[in-house]
Each structure stands twice: as structure tokens, then as C-alpha cells.
């Protein structure tokens, strides 16, 4: 099977040196998009298969390339095909949105060549098994991705967008390498199986945890290594930025998964509280962010950031419970994070997608400019908002299940010997139910500007319907994330063996039970139906319907907005994005963001108009990442006179750090 999985992958890079020859045909974008959904379908089925089949065993094979007399080594297990499963139903979605989204593209030539090669790269990051081949991948998918941020390159943001994403990847990737680099030791042995073998202990161990949190959580947007992502997002055509969003970010959790879990050696109680604490603090930042944009690609970006913590936030909670000993919460915990995984690669790729689909009937992302699209964009309309209420944690659908899974291995924490955790877990569960509430709010801010409400704009009045291969994809990815709502015993069970892999346990069989429900520690405890609570929300939706129309009137009356008793209201009369958001600006901006609003209002008989200036800032970007470009800066305006030495001091120079780099290796064994 992984004979085959490397096949396809090949095929995957053909595929992407092909466009290159054919970048100038018409045909072009259906050849490419189309052949990649061939090849990820297949994937896709194989990873699935091999979910399902493999158990605690693994296939492994061996290629004569890269470093001499090494090779490179690929290993299929539960983990790696779980993951494999989910990049490649979010490659196979996106390359059928393409299909109709790229024909839209205003320069294909400059997507089509790396949008295989970014497929194939996530791909090989997942079943390399041995630094070398991790990481060769890794930087492949970072490039691979960087060309597609800069598709667009004529626009001066998407470019900065660009840079500021290549030098994160780059710090990411030296992170990793270091990583790596203490997990081999002295013996340089750099195959997983070696360094699973050889398990590090002691500070060893907390130092890889430290770079694995660098290279990986970069690359996921975990705060406070985020700042790269609601710029490339936005920059990136829509169908990548879906993939980025729903894929790669997941690629990441993936490498934080193998590297910590692993191949760190038996994690210390505290690993899990510095995990739980990034996460929670990007769920709440993410989240908050959100909440202040009036961009729609940037929102979703920022969300993202925000769903990345509630992952992070579980495979904390896992670490804790591991370094206990608590083999069945932490099954539990790690079953949530997996399981938000999958279910945010399904709305938030539809969502992106969504998004995609706006942006091509509009021509803006500007909330403000947006609104009535549910009258002309209704077949969209609907998926858009199935994912909206997913990715607000809404029951029946499937991000409740899974959040709700995380907060009852929250629910377990008094179990847990140490006080630092029994005080910081519920503090972080705190904080993700601030998140939970605060994305439910952002999200009905969304739609409600997006689609409800009249045209803001005569873009918006006169959108028309996404094409049917969009509509096709939208619909393909927002249909699961009821299913897995409805029936998350399955994917639990389905998931079961990558976490078995991960924490050595598993959680008990959920299927089985009766009426679906799933019982994540003891009946006694607690339990969930998702079919139950979508009977008891379709009936008493549908026994209010009736009690209106049978003690209403029946008669249906359209008329003038309502304002107070005046006719004929305006468009601006209705919510902004900036007014929607004000509560919560005023509750915690003034703190956070530092948010400010400064009103201008002329006095009586002056002909100025009023005007009201906001402005706010990021916390992260002006308090760590700004002070460090200007040392930088510094730091190079005092160093510029060192490309001027002569020949022979450089030599010097030269000589002197290999006699350094020798004493560090004779230190070193």
C-alpha cells in the first residue's frame, strides 16, 4: 500500500512539472485540477483503507536518494494515515472548487505548477520517516506554498504577505532541524525508528518540546508565532487558502503529534501546561481578532489561529494526563484534538470556499460592502451556513462534538496529582468557553453582514450564483460536518487506532451503543446523542412554525423595513460590521487591543461632516515581532562595514568559526 501511496505522490510532482509545459494551454486548469482530484481521491481512499486495516502495525519502505548510503525512509501507520486521510479530502475539495474557481484566476500559469507540488509535499511531510526526509518535505510544502501566497505578486501587500510568511517557514524549518538535531544525539542516527529507540530523557526531552512548539506551532499559527498567517491567507487564491487553513496547518499538528508524543521521550507533568497555555491564549486572541475584521478572508485566518488553540489546548490536556499515567483521559483528550482536526479541515475549507465564491461575485471581501447574498446567491447560501453554525459549536453539528469532547476531559482534571494543573486546566477551560461563546458571536456577525439584510453595495446587489463545480465542492465538505455531528460515535471509532498510536490507548467503542449515543468516560458522567438533539431542535422548531401560522395571522404581509415609524430606510441604517462588534470591542479591546475611538463632531452650523477614527493594535506584532525588526535593523546598520573586509579577514573570520564549531562537537561527545 505505501508502494502505492508513493506512486500517486510521484504522479502528484509529474503532474505539477506537466503544468509548467502547458501553463499557456486552455486547457490547462482542467488538466491540472482535475488530474489532482484523480490523484488525491485515490489517496484519499488508500489512506482510509489503511486507517482502518493497520492497527498498531505500520509499512515502511525505502528510497535510494537524498543523503548517500542513507536513503529515505516512509512509514505508514494509524497516525500517518489519519492524517493522510484528512489533507487529502481537503486536496480532493479543493481541486474540484478549482475546476471552477481557477477559470476565474488572472494569472493560472503562476498557480497551476505548485498547486500539485504543494499536495505532494504535505504528503510526503506525513510519511517520512527520518529527519531528513521530514524536513526536505517540509521546505518543499513551505516554497511550494510561498509561490501560491504570491500568485498575485503585483500587489505590494500580497509580496510583504509573502515575506513575512518565507522568513517564518525559515525560522519553523532551523527550529525543527535544531529539533531533530538533539533527538539523534551524538550517534546521528536520524531515522524515527532510531530516535523512538534511543528516547530521550531530561532537559533533552524539554528542549525538543520547546522547538517542536517553534517549528511546528509557526507553521499551525499558534500564538504568539502567528503573525504571518491572516496576511498570507488573504493574499493566497481562495481555493489554497482553504488548503493552507484546512490542510497544512493540520501537517503541522501532525509534526507537534510525532515529534512530542513520539519521539521526545516520556513527556514531564509540566510539557502539558505549557501546551494548554499557548492554546488557550490562542483561542482567545484568534477569536477576539476575528471579531474586530471586516476583511472576510482575514476573519476566517484569524479563526483559524483560534481553532488551532482548541487543538493545541486537547494535546496538552493529553500530555498531562500521559505523564500521569491516565491512560483513558488521555485517550480521551487526544481523541477530541484529532477529531477537531478533521472537523475543522471540513467548515473551515468550506467556509474559505465560501468565501472564494463571494469574492468572484462581488469582487470585495469587505463585509461592509456585502450583504442580501442569501436572495442571490442561495444554493451557497446554505452550506455556508451549515458550516457557520459547525464552526460555532452549535449542535447537532460536528464542532460541537468535538469541543464537547474537550471539555470533558477538562472535567477530568481534579484527578490529576498536581496543583499547577488542577488550577491551570480549568483556568484554560475558562477560557476556551470565552472562545466557544465569542466564535458563535463572530460568526452570526459574518453571515449576518454577508448574506442577511439588503445589498450594501451594487456589487452585492447584482452577485449571481458560483458555478456548479464550486457548488459541488461547498456542498461536498459542509454535508459531513452534519454527519459527523449526527454520528460522531463512527468517526471516534474510526479514529480510535491514530490515537491509540499516539498515547498507547484508546477510547472504548462508541458504535455499539445504544440509540448512537457516545458515553466518552462512564453513563454516569456524562453522555451525548447528536440524532436526540437534532429530533428535539427539528420538532420544536417546526411546533413553533405551527403555533404561529394556527394563532397568527395567516396571511403573509411584506412591507418597508421598520425604523421607529419612518418609511423608506436607508441601506446604511442597518448593522456594520464596526457597530455589530462594538460591545465586545469596548469590553476587551480597550485592554488587549488597545482600542481606541476618537469622535469628531463639528459644532452647530459648521459644514465639516461628523467623522469617528478607530484604530487598534496586535499585541503579539507590536510588543515582540516590532522591537525585534528594529534590532535587526540595528544590528545590521552596526555589522554593514563586515562586507567590506579584505580577503584575508575574511579568511580569519572563516578559520575562527570552524574552530569554533570543533569545539562544540568535542564538547558534545
Known sequence: MIAALLALIGALLVLGLAAVAMRRSPLATKLVYGGALVLTLALFALAAVAL??????AREAALPLGLPWLGVHFRLDALAAFFLAVIDLAAAAASLYALGYGAHEPEPGRVLPFFPVFLAAMNLVVLAADAYGFLF???????????????????????????????????????LLLGFGFLAGPGGDYSFAAIAARRPEGWVGALVLALALLGAGSKAGLVPLHVWLPRAHPAAPSHVSALMSGAMTKVAVYAFIRIVFQLAGPPAWWWGLVVLALGGASTVLGVLHALMETDIKRLLAYSTIENIGLIFASLGLALAFRADAMGAAAALAMTAALF??????????TLFFGAGAVLTATGTRALDRLGGLIHRMPSLAVPVLGACLAIAALPPFNGFASEWLTFQAILLSPDL????????VPATGTLLALGAALAAACFVRFYGLAFLGRPRSPEAAAAVETDRASLAAIWGLAVPCVLAGLFPGAVIDAIAPAVQASVDAR??????????????????RSSYNGILIFLFITASALTVAAAVHRFASRAARRYRAWDCGFGDVGIAAQYSAASFAQPIRRAFGSTIFRATDVVEMPPPGATAPARI???????????????????????ADRLNFLQFLSIRRFMSFVFLALVFLLLVLAVWH
Request: proline share 6%; net charge neutral.
Open 137 to 175: 518535505s517540509w521546505e518543499l510544502m513551505s516554497l511550494a506554498s510561498w509561490a501560491l501566497v504570491l500568485a498575485q505578486h503585483r500587489e505590494a501587500e500580497n509580496v510583504a504577505a509573502g515575506t513575512l510568511y518565507l522568513l517564518m517557514a525559515s525560522f519553523g524549518t532551523l527550529a
Open 507 to 524: 477510547m472504548p467503542v462508541q458504535t455499539g451503543l445504544p440509540w448512537l449515543t457516545i458515553i466518552p468516560v462512564a453513563a454516569s
Open 613 to 635: 477614527r478607530q484604530s487598534r493594535i496586535d499585541p503579539v506584532w507590536d510588543g515582540l515581532y516590532a522591537p525585534l525588526v528594529g534590532f535587526v535593523w540595528l544590528l
Open 52 to 57: 482502518a486495516s493497520l492497527g498498531a502495525g
Open 340 to 349: 477537531h482536526a478533521f472537523n475543522h479541515m471540513l467548515f473551515k475549507s
Open 417 to 424: 496529582p498536581q496543583w499547577g494543573l488542577k488550577l491551570a
